[in-house]
């Protein structure tokens, strides 16, 4: 299973985030596994200047062993969209970063209800369009748009999927433009970025580039990620 997980980064105010790198798993089958790889590396200008490589090394500092105390390193706000079962969620818990957890977004109903059992969003949505316009303020957006209109194991309609499942990241982006997270992490599959489909990618490139964003991208084989 291959995953393409776009990095979008921006600059802004006190909180200074300059390199995110990682994995949301496009099935949950390998969600957590694909949560190992984030690493998230942000400058607290409030606190001072170092710089902290949340995924590798706080969670491998041991106490007492520098950094900032938790009690005074920054909540970041989180958003899930097509949330799943929350591998962003949890791979934030299993760091120990520190983050408010404003909204998941999850049609599946089944899904949906293995969430709610194990997290407390402050806002859940059904549907990511019903999430448009009412999503509050945030940091980071984690999003794993449908794989099924885009994968070599499917019907490969893209954008325009008879279920309309090729147009959810259109929603996203809307959202994206609206509330412009510091960070967002867009993932879907190999065949997201083959063929006909890598219009559709570059064109999701292109729009968060015309929001001030830098913007990166990386394939990567989750059979690396265990």
């Known amino acids: 299973q291959f995953v393409v997980c776009l990095l979008f980064l921006l600059w802004l105010g006190g909180l200074r985030i300059f ?33 902290y490589d949340i995924a590798a090394k706080r969670s491998r500092r041991k106490p007492g062993s520098g950094g900032l105390p938790l009690h005074l390193q920054p909540t970041t706000r989180v958003v899930t ?55 509050p303020e945030h940091d980071m957006l984690w999003a794993g748009y ?15 999927d008879s279920q309309g499942r090729g147009k959810v990241i259109f929603s996203i982006l809307k959202i994206i433009q609206t509330t412009r ?19 559709v990618f570059l064109e999701i490139i292109f729009f968060l580039q015309g929001l001030g964003y830098h913007v990166e991208w990386n394939l990567m084989d989750t059979k690396f990620f265990q």
């Open 181 to 199: 997270p510091k960070v967002v992490v867009l993932e879907n599959v190999k065949g997201a970025i083959s063929g006909d489909q890598l219009g």
């Open 81 to 135: 969209l097509c949330s799943g079962i929350e591998a962003p969620i949890q791979g934030l818990e299993n760091l120990k970063v520190p983050f408010e957890h404003l909204v998941s977004c999850e049609k599946n109903k089944r899904v949906k209800s293995v969430l709610l059992q194990n997290f407390q969003p402050t806002i859940y949505f059904d549907d990511v369009k019903n999430a448009e316009g009412h999503v």
């Open 19 to 51: 390199n995110v790198s990682g994995a949301l798993a496009a099935s949950d089958v390998y969600t957590r596994q694909s949560m190992k790889s984030i690493k998230c590396m942000y400058d607290c200008k409030a606190h001072g200047s170092a710089a």
């Open 146 to 160: 449908p794989c099924q209109p885009f994968s070599t194991a499917g019907l490969r309609q893209g954008i325009a």
